[in-house]
């Protein structure tokens, strides 16, 4: 049995979660509303306040399914509690984010300043020059925002020059060195 898929997921209070047909889930709370349609094999009940999700058979296809949808639904229930960020920082001379509206500036080292704009649903929020937070909701959408803010100048090995996770390590080379 999927340990972590029978495990049942607690409904915090001021979260509703709505289960249509074809396992559409719908969860409301105090930060918005997340939807999404999960897999119909699989049976997604309320129990007394909590969510318990059970697979109809063993298959290997279904005990995959098991804890992904009810980690899925566990995302969803904690995104409209409390939220998701993620945290880069900018390393460089010369390197640094501006905002202005929903359009987030990176001075990258590049001919021309790189000019990204929040998605729906997700925010982002600078302190000082070298640090973005991205915030939301859905946990999907604030991982791949911060990866494309990222993507736009990896940190690279040699002199550690780019944007990276707050958490993240760089492995560090040693450049190379002249003939004697």
């Given amino acids: 049995m999927s340990r972590i898929g029978r495990m049942p997921i607690a409904v915090p209070a001021g979260v509703t979660v709505d289960i249509a047909e074809n396992n559409k889930v719908t969860v409301k709370g105090p930060k918005g509303t997340l939807e999404r349609v999960l897999p119909a094999e699989l049976e997604i009940k309320m129990e007394n306040g909590?969510?318990?999700?059970?697979?109809?058979?063993?298959?290997?296809?279904?005990?995959?399914?098991?804890?992904?949808?009810?980690?899925?639904?566990?995302?969803?229930?904690?995104?409209?509690?409390?939220?998701?960020?993620?945290?880069?920082e900018i390393n460089g001379v010369g390197y640094r984010a501006a905002k202005s509206g929903k359009e987030?500036?990176?001075?990258?080292?590049y001919s021309h300043p790189?000019?990204?704009?929040?998605?729906?649903?997700?925010?982002t929020i600078l302190d000082g020059q070298n640090k973005i937070t991205v915030k939301?909701?859905?946990?999907?959408?604030?991982?791949?925002?911060?990866?494309?803010?990222?993507?736009?100048?990896?940190p690279e090995p040699y002199k550690g020059k780019g944007i990276k996770y707050v958490d993240e390590?760089?492995?560090?080379?040693?450049?190379?060195?002249?003939?004697?």
């Fill in 104 to 109: 987030l500036t990176l001075t990258l080292g």
């Fill in 136 to 154: 939301g909701i859905d946990k999907e959408k604030v991982g791949q925002y911060a990866a494309e803010i990222r993507n736009k100048r990896r």
């Fill in 50 to 88: 909590e969510v318990v999700v059970s697979r109809p058979n063993d298959l290997k296809k279904m005990k995959s399914l098991h804890g992904l949808t009810r980690t899925l639904i566990s995302n969803m229930v904690t995104g409209v509690t409390s939220g998701y960020e993620k945290v880069l």
């Fill in 169 to 180: 390590v760089i492995r560090r080379k040693v450049g190379k060195t002249g003939k004697k």
């Fill in 114 to 123: 790189v000019v990204m704009t929040d998605p729906e649903g997700i925010e």
